[in-house]
């Protein structure tokens, strides 16, 4: 059981129906089309759709309330199968009903954001602290203003730690989404370039960023990136903890070490390693060790939950694919500081004769689109061999490359057939081939082609 409808009724007064007061809601629904016993149907309005229109379906799929937009007429039929709690909106509504229900079950919260590495430090957060306590954590992409409330309210009553992403691309969104949650603890894990179009500058995604203060708790923590500039004026700030690669911050990094499969780095005189490849997860990994060691879980409690991660999938995902060629899967998204990063991986890596990078656009950057996928283009050297680029902007990252790196064999392409055509020629044992783009760029064909 979630909560009974007296809890609903203490929030939503107006109310039509026949109900027991003490029935059990034991799970929320949003899509009329799933089937789910004792649940509460919140029909959500957007711009093509609107879920009131579906309440009949949701009934006859297990609903037995609804949180419903009082300037819809309340269908006859349903009115005497099922609860009605009358709202002026129904996603203010169930964000209200996720604050109050995160007050109710009272876990311990944390908070992430950041422009990169939201879903693998809350991965990394989630298996450490599950080794000792009932946790649960956002699933998928569910870390906006519906999908936050969601999580919140899919969380059983008997959860100790609840762990939230919090994703944004304007201003007052992670507001909104602090003030829903009220962290004890709070991440931002760096500072880049998503959303870059909206927010102005990096200065702008900063401010964005920091507005997940606004509901800390009074005697909560912040756990930023210390070696981020822009994030150097909140240091003073003593629920401030920094977390970096520089002596002084308050958590120093160190003796860090990348092979094939894992990433080794120093805590503190504390040794860790995570099935992750890349310097900038040690520091993700680092803010998992800082909550770990708050939540008073042992050292190698922390680093079994390490090696036990489930690991998003199409984040960095090494795959066999034909001939034994080594691909690199981590096209879930792409920003200008991750495709950065994964090519810094992606050289710094031993035992390849051969590496290979396909990259297409980094979608939403407006008009700094250009410049930064040249600046992609001038991180493209040596040992890197080979090229394959896709998309409007990714033009740019070939001429670029072509313009100063000659060794370097590029190529753009406008058809996608002809780039999986290109790529099934080079598949062989002693070569690793790294694929990243935006999601939208559904780079998934050509890891797919790969593999066949």
Known sequence: ????????????????????????????????REKMNNALFIPIIGDRFDAHDFIMQAIENGATAVIWDKRHPVPEAAASNIAFFLVEDTLKAMQLLAKAYRQLVQPVVI???????????????S????????THATKGNLNNEIG?????LSMPRDTEVLILEMGMDRFHEIERLTKIAEPNYAIITNIGESHIEYLGSREGIAKAKLEIIEGL??????????????????????????????HTNDVVLQNI????????????EETYHVPLLGKHHAKNASFAVWIGKKLNIRQDEIQ?????????????????????????????????TSMKGAIDVLKDLPGFKKKMVVLGDILELGEFATKMHQQVGEH???????????????????????????????HHYENRMDLINDLKKVLDKDTIILFKASRGMRFEEFIDACLE
């Open 1 to 32: 059981m979630l909560f009974t409808l007296e809890f609903l009724e203490e929030h939503f007064p107006s109310k039509i129906g026949e109900y027991d007061a003490s029935n059990q809601i034991e799970v929320i629904m949003t899509d009329s």
């Open 111 to 125: 908070g992430i954001t950041g422009s990169n590495g939201k879903t693998t430090t809350k991965d990394l957060i």
């Open 127 to 134: 298996a450490v602290v599950q080794r000792q306590y009932r």
């Open 148 to 152: 936050l409330p969601i999580t919140v």
């Open 217 to 246: 708790q009074a005697d909560g923590n912040l756990v930023i990136d210390g070696d981020e500039p822009l994030l150097n004026h909140v240091k003073q700030d003593q629920r401030v903890i920094t977390c970096g690669f520089e």
């Open 257 to 268: 070490v990348i092979d094939q499969k894992q990433t080794f780095f120093t805590y503190q």
């Open 304 to 336: 079994a939950g390490f090696l036990q991660m489930a690991y998003t999938s199409m984040r960095f995902e090494w795959v066999e694919g034909k001939h034994g060629v080594t691909l690199i899967n981590d096209a879930y998204n792409a920003s200008y």
């Open 380 to 410: 493209i050297t040596s040992p890197i061999d080979r090229l394959f680029t896709i998309g409007e902007e990714a033009k740019e990252i070939t001429t670029t490359v072509k313009n100063k790196e000659q060794e370097i064999l590029c």
